[in-house]
């Protein structure tokens, strides 16, 4: 268990460590992702349940979309490049 | 330009001389990993389960030992969904359009034959689990908070697995909207159900029902899915304010 809880721990930190160093926004959402299911892991192996559901939903799937759709607004072809 | 960036390594060292100690002499304070248990966490652990007959004490602390502060983070939540609308809106016109709107020189890929299949078969099952998250709120781990953001990632998996018009179409915003708002009215009134019958407010004076039930615990269930619902809703409209955000409009579309 003590190992378990380990491997979760350095594996959020590198995954944390990768979103920070990721330079494509694209990558980087990606990287989000696996990062909050990394510590979805550990919030359920430290016996938090309800932490990890929240994370899964909200970190791994909620988060991403509202970044990428973000991404997707400010690359162009947007309302805001229009001419009114 | 010079000056400025050794202005900025002195003032990052000087940070880092101050709070480097300070971060040790944390860390070294620091109660033991894991095994130890607070007195309110002992508390609630001795007299929660027997009173409210709700096995999952991490929801009945939320819903019922701490509901008022539950209740203001369920409203936080509306006003930065409806700050969010505001938002957006103020830039991009009032009306939501019904018709989906692809934004020209955008590329479509097309969808795999697989990805949409598999979806069609997850979403099911995984709108049922969010119920059933729902539903168990007080007996097993996740509550309606846990339960609507599932069902809204749930439902975001049609977009997914079937394009934004079939997502647009079954989800429709209005239906959303009233969602968030009939769950923030009633997360309102299992408040003020108590208070009808004499007593406090959100004062879990219902009867608590059997234990391991899907009953029990009162108020908990009810404030339960009036959370769920608002989470759900808020979240789905959230989305929908992001996506219509990168659409052209057509001519004559506001």
């Not at chain 1, 550990?42 to 909620?62: H, K, N, R």
């Not at chain 2, 991490?58 to 930065?80: C, K, P, S």
């Not at chain 2, 439902?155 to 394009?163: N, S, T």
């Amino acid at each position: 268990m003590k190992f378990a809880v380990a491997g979760c721990l350095i594996l959020v930190m590198i995954s944390g460590a990768l979103v920070a160093f990721t330079r494509r926004p694209a990558r980087q959402v990606l990287m989000i992702s696996v990062h909050g299911l990394f510590l979805s892991m550990l919030f359920l192996l430290l016996q938090a349940p309800d932490v990890a559901y929240s994370e899964i939903a909200v970190g791994t799937a909620l988060v991403p979309v509202m970044f990428l759709t973000v991404l997707a607004a400010t690359r162009g072809g947007g309302r805001r490049n229009v001419p009114r | 330009m010079k000056y400025r960036r050794a202005l900025r390594y002195a003032l990052s060292i000087l940070a880092l001389l101050v709070l480097a100690p300070a971060v040790v002499l944390v860390a070294l304070h620091m109660p033991a990993f894991g095994g130890q248990l607070l007195a309110y966490g002992a508390t609630v652990n001795a007299h929660v389960p027997s009173m409210r007959q709700a096995t999952n004490v991490v929801t009945a602390i939320i819903f019922d030992v701490r509901g008022a502060d539950t209740l203001g983070e369920e409203f936080i939540f509306a006003a930065a969904i409806t700050g969010l609308a505001v938002l957006l809106r103020g830039g991009r016109g009032e009306d939501a359009s019904r018709e989906p709107i692809h934004a020209d020189g955008r590329q479509l890929p097309a969808r795999s034959e697989a990805v949409a299949l598999l979806i069609r078969w997850m979403l099911p099952a995984t709108i049922a689990f969010s119920l059933y998250v729902m539903a168990h709120g007080q007996l097993t781990p996740g509550g309606g908070f846990q339960a609507g953001a599932m069902l809204a990632s749930a439902l975001l998996l049609l977009f997914l697995g079937d394009g934004y018009r079939s997502w647009r179409q079954v989800v429709p915003p209005v239906v959303m909207q009233l969602l968030e708002a009939l769950g923030a009215v009633g997360c309102v009134a299992v408040g003020l159900l108590p208070m009808l019958l004499g007593a406090g407010f959100l004062e879990n004076v219902l009867p608590q029902g059997q234990p391991k039930s899907l009953t029990g615990g009162g108020l908990i269930p009810l404030f339960n899915v009036a959370v769920g619902m608002a989470i759900t809703g808020g979240f789905v409209n959230a989305l929908v304010e992001f996506l219509e955000e990168t659409r052209v409009p057509k001519e004559g579309d506001s």
